[in-house]
């Protein structure tokens, strides 16, 4: 899979992206400072949400247009009134994405119904995101499909046959384009629902990339993903927690996020191949392992015991696996306290 000139697959490093959504709080002037921070924490994209509270809900003030449920983050507001809040207005993505441009900056958006992609496809998107509440949004999965650009989709929620089912639409017009996100729709998300043991099951099931659109606190659940084999992790981006913002309890902050940086690319790199033995970078320090040194000094002909040799470092010696052969056997010529011992230097 490739987002404009950057390769992504378990041969190149994982790509991160920054989700702005809602953490700009309604300011174009702290959404342009977003898309500095993001750029220098060394994240790859930074991404937006292009809809309106019209194009999300009704604006209705009870039953399950109101949010009720104890555990949600947003409980007690109106969908309609949250959407409104949340929602980066379209006059200012233009604005947003040659920002993010200039400053060498991936920029692109999830739209979340028909009219936000063709806004989008107006503004020559790069790619586009599926969020996971869409993931079962049949017309907007296939209109963006035929735009044939890049498209990764998030997982929350979806059955396999749910997910069969947006995969089939996408790779009817688009094979080898496709990314699917391991997502878990809470906010914050408990880790123990995270159930990364899908990541590899997810990749045989649909033969695409696969990556992460982790809510969990912190990053120890997207640092953990890459062993199973994620090359994307998109994670919220704030300034500051303490600014508030709909999205800001689970979002990473500027120094949080040049640390995930670092710290995906330090797993990707540790992952290499099967291999056993010394590797280059180790051959120096086979000088440091354990082997059989006289530890007094032994005359011709006097028997080694255990008060004069020693299984020590460094290693030049005998490797200690002849420890027990040696013993009890007659030095051949005098062995000087701190030799390393040789098979020359006994008597068989």
């Not at 750029?39 to 247009?65: E, H, P, R, S």
Request: include cysteine; proline fraction near 4%.
């Amino acid at each position: 899979m490739k987002i404009i000139n950057r390769n992504i697959g378990v041969k190149f490093k994982p790509y991160i992206i920054a989700e702005m959504s809602g953490n700009h709080n309604q300011s174009l002037e702290l959404a342009f400072k977003i898309v500095e921070e993001a750029k220098k924490t060394g994240v790859d994209a930074i991404k937006l949400q292009t809809y309106t509270a019209d194009t999300m809900t009704l604006n209705i003030n009870k039953g399950a247009f109101f949010i009720k449920d104890k555990n949600n983050l947003w409980r007690g507001r109106n969908l309609y009134k949250l959407y409104n809040e949340a929602h980066t207005p379209w006059d200012w993505h233009h604005k947003i994405f040659e920002y993010a441009k200039k400053l060498g900056l991936t920029c692109f958006s999830s739209p979340f119904d028909e009219s936000a992609v063709d806004f989008l496809e107006k503004l020559g998107v790069p790619a586009y995101k599926i969020a996971s509440f869409e993931n079962i949004h049949i017309p907007l999965i296939q209109q963006v499909a035929k735009t044939k650009k890049p498209i990764i989709i998030s997982t929350g929620m979806a059955t396999v046959s749910e997910l069969n089912e947006a995969v089939s639409i996408v790779k009817e017009h688009n094979k080898n384009n496709l990314a699917l996100l391991k997502c878990t729709s809470n906010y914050p998300a408990n880790p123990k629902n995270t159930n990364l043991k899908t990541i590899p099951h997810m990749k045989e099931l649909f033969n695409c990339e696969i990556g992460l659109s982790d809510h969990t606190l912190g990053i120890g659940v997207s640092v953990s993903s890459i062993a199973f084999g994620t090359t994307i992790i998109e994670k919220h981006f704030t300034l500051d927690r303490s600014m508030g913002g709909v999205d800001s309890k689970f979002s990473l902050e500027p120094k949080e996020m040049k640390q995930l940086v670092f710290e995906v690319k330090q797993a990707w790199q540790s992952i290499g191949k099967i291999y056993y033995g010394p590797t280059k970078d180790e051959k120096n320090s086979l000088i440091y392992r354990r082997s059989i040194y006289a530890s007094k000094n032994i005359k011709k002909n006097q028997i080694l015991t255990k008060n004069n040799i020693k299984v020590i470092r460094p290693g030049d010696g005998l490797h200690p696996r002849y420890w027990k052969e040696i013993l009890g056997k007659k030095a051949s010529t005098n062995i000087q306290e701190g030799k390393p011992i040789k098979f020359k230097f006994i008597k068989f």
